[in-house]
């Protein structure tokens, strides 16, 4: 079970996920490592249990086991110079994760609650990212994120944190030729979707393990609790 993951320290549960072939590449294991949760959760008692957790107005942080399942999803397309886009970035844990694995590149991380994306910021100069925030190389912004960010796309790589009825085509559009999408689909029965989009702009999706995210809404209905 993935909650047996959970360890003392963020070394600890890296090494858990890693033994428990959750965590199965070695550059997933070394950027999750580079990367304390403490600095992203709330409660810090709690930062290194396998669970997801509250960040308050709503929202949450996933799991660990299903960040790290999506980025080995995602994995074939993030390396140097790379685009990715998270979708509903939350605490900014992920942005921080994948921006190791894409030297180079750019990580763009949207979240429609301001204050959420400010205290993101916040979590990843904490945790030693200014100068990529100060380069661009990590942006942290506040929009819709089913629209995308179309200022900097087209993305090799988009990975959505919560569950949308049905896949955004403004996100599929904004996936690169060749591109990868893992994102959650539906509202009472969930499943991650893997959506390949190949050189010719041909769209295929993969349905991997059923999941249970909070919703992909706007602003005002995520503040009220939906």
């Not at 959760?41 to 957790?53: C, F, I, L, N, T």
């Not at 999408?181 to 390949?196: K, N, R, S, W, Y």
Request: proline share 5%; aromatic share 6%; glycine share 10%.
């Amino acid at each position: 079970m993935a909650w047996r993951c959970s360890g003392r320290t963020n070394a600890d549960l890296i090494a858990n996920m890693h033994a428990a072939r959750i965590i199965t590449a070695d550059r997933v294991k070394e950027a999750m490592t580079k990367v304390d949760r403490a600095n992203y959760v709330m409660r810090k008692s709690d930062a290194y249990e396998d669970s997801p957790q509250p960040i308050g107005h709503g929202a949450t942080i996933s799991a660990p086991h299903m960040h790290a399942h999506a980025i080995e999803h995602l994995l074939d397309f993030l390396g140097p110079g790379k685009r990715v886009l998270d979708v509903g970035s939350g605490s900014g844990y992920l942005c921080a994760v994948l921006h190791h694995l894409v030297p180079g590149g750019i990580v763009v991380g949207v979240d429609h609650i301001p204050k959420l994306v400010d205290w993101s910021v916040e979590n990843l100069r904490k945790d030693g990212m200014s100068s990529a925030l100060d380069k661009g190389e990590i942006v942290m912004v506040t929009g819709d994120g089913r629209k995308g960010y179309s200022d900097l796309a087209l993305y090799d790589a988009i990975h959505v944190g919560a569950a949308a009825p049905t896949i955004p085509q403004q996100l599929i559009d904004q996936l690169k030729s060749p591109g990868r999408m893992f994102i959650p689909v539906g509202t009472f029965a969930q499943q991650i979707m893997q959506v390949d989009k190949d050189e010719n702009g041909e769209v295929t999706k993969k349905d991997l393990m059923g999941v249970m995210y909070v919703p992909l809404t706007d602003a005002e209905r995520q503040e009220r609790g939906y």
